[in-house]
């Protein structure tokens, strides 16, 4: 079973859970509230001094655990692919200014296209994108989303999947991002989250929650303890695979966005000491 929290300091909260905050403002109140770490989306970088930015989260004792995100590698057209690589590269680029150790790989579908081609072509992608990651010193994590998403936004949608094509790139430069929301459900997910530890593949572990009814496919998560997901038990799982990072939390939530952010992350703290 799962460790009990006792503090904030293993806690990461994604720039995109508190979207309306500027990263400024979001660094801020999360470092007062005593949380560790920061995972920064590649939107809350537009216009600014990416070295600078990573300093200042570092000034303010946030660990940059990873950039989210890239991927997106599957195209019908050769040169969509080719931009896809090159927009993963400038991905690398960014991670490398601001201090994030990784990039995390939303890897994309292509509708029109059987989703073995297309895991073919994310394989293809992440491949060619490794030796500049290597010379970066970046890690792509791979991060298999749920099957709802498998026809636009991910034909990677098992853990097993992962497993599988981060054993066939055999890098250290690839891990894999394990997520909650989108793994909960698979009857496998303990031995996977074994294998992906056993194998040292094991890179970040996002956690919400899966609220029941879910009222938007993309943007309504819930917080920790208001669904179905049993999050203890899978922590218990990672933490058994060796995995000691982060527990980064990622919601996308029409609802929470609206609220006020300052009770957002009141919540959010609330939640990630009783339920996570």
């Given at each position: 079973?799962?460790?009990?929290?006792?503090?904030?300091?293993?806690?990461?909260?994604?720039?995109?859970?508190?979207?309306?905050?500027?990263?400024?403002?979001?660094?801020?109140?999360?470092?007062?509230?005593?949380?560790?770490?920061?995972?920064?989306?590649?939107?809350?970088?537009?216009?600014?001094?990416?070295?600078?930015?990573?300093?200042?989260?570092?000034?303010l004792n946030l660990e940059v655990?990873?950039?989210?995100?890239?991927?997106?590698?599957?195209?019908?057209?050769?040169?969509?692919?080719?931009?896809?690589?090159?927009?993963?590269?400038?991905?690398?680029?960014?991670?490398?200014?601001?201090?994030?150790?990784?990039?995390?790989?939303?890897?994309?579908?292509?509708?029109?296209?059987?989703?073995?081609?297309?895991?073919?072509?994310?394989?293809?992608?992440?491949?060619?994108?490794?030796?500049?990651?290597?010379?970066?010193?970046?890690?792509?994590?791979?991060?298999?989303?749920?099957?709802?998403?498998?026809?636009?936004?991910?034909?990677?949608?098992?853990?097993?999947?992962?497993?599988?094509?981060?054993?066939?790139?055999?890098?250290?430069?690839?891990?894999?991002a394990v997520d909650v929301y989108?793994?909960?459900?698979?009857?496998?997910?303990?031995?996977?989250?074994?294998?992906?530890?056993?194998?040292?593949?094991?890179?970040?572990?996002?956690?919400?929650?899966?609220?029941?009814?879910?009222?938007?496919?993309?943007?309504?998560?819930?917080?920790?303890?208001?669904?179905?997901?049993?999050?203890?038990?899978?922590?218990?799982?990672?933490?058994?695979?060796?995995?000691n990072g982060f527990n980064e939390?990622?919601?996308?939530?029409?609802?929470?966005?609206?609220?006020?952010?300052?009770?957002?992350?009141?919540?959010?703290?609330?939640?990630?000491?009783?339920?996570?």
């Amino acid at each position: 079973m799962a460790r009990e929290f006792t503090d904030l300091s293993k806690l990461c909260v994604h720039t995109i859970t508190t979207k309306t905050w500027v990263i400024e403002k979001a660094a801020q109140e999360f470092s007062a509230a005593g949380i560790g770490g920061i995972t920064v989306w590649r939107d809350a970088l537009a216009g600014r001094d990416i070295k600078q930015t990573g300093n200042m989260l570092r000034g303010l004792n946030l660990e940059v655990v990873s950039l989210c995100r890239g991927g997106f590698f599957p195209a019908l057209e050769q040169s969509a692919r080719q931009a896809a690589i090159d927009d993963n590269k400038k991905a690398i680029d960014e991670a490398e200014a601001l201090g994030a150790p990784m990039v995390v790989l939303v890897c994309g579908s292509a509708p029109g296209q059987s989703l073995i081609e297309s895991r073919k072509q994310i394989q293809d992608g992440i491949a060619a994108c490794l030796p500049y990651a290597e010379a970066a010193g970046v890690k792509l994590a791979i991060e298999p989303l749920h099957p709802m998403y498998a026809g636009d936004r991910s034909a990677v949608n098992t853990l097993g999947q992962a497993n599988d094509m981060a054993e066939a790139l055999n890098s250290d430069w690839v891990g894999i991002a394990v997520d909650v929301y989108h793994l909960w459900w698979d009857p496998d997910l303990e031995n996977q989250m074994k294998r992906c530890g056993q194998n040292g593949n094991f890179s970040a572990f996002h956690i919400c929650d899966w609220k029941t009814p879910t009222l938007d496919m993309l943007n309504d998560r819930g917080l920790m303890g208001e669904g179905v997901i049993n999050l203890k038990q899978i922590r218990g799982w990672a933490e058994e695979a060796g995995f000691n990072g982060f527990n980064e939390v990622e919601i996308f939530s029409n609802i929470y966005w609206q609220q006020d952010q300052h009770q957002f992350l009141d919540k959010i703290k609330d939640a990630y000491l009783r339920y996570s």
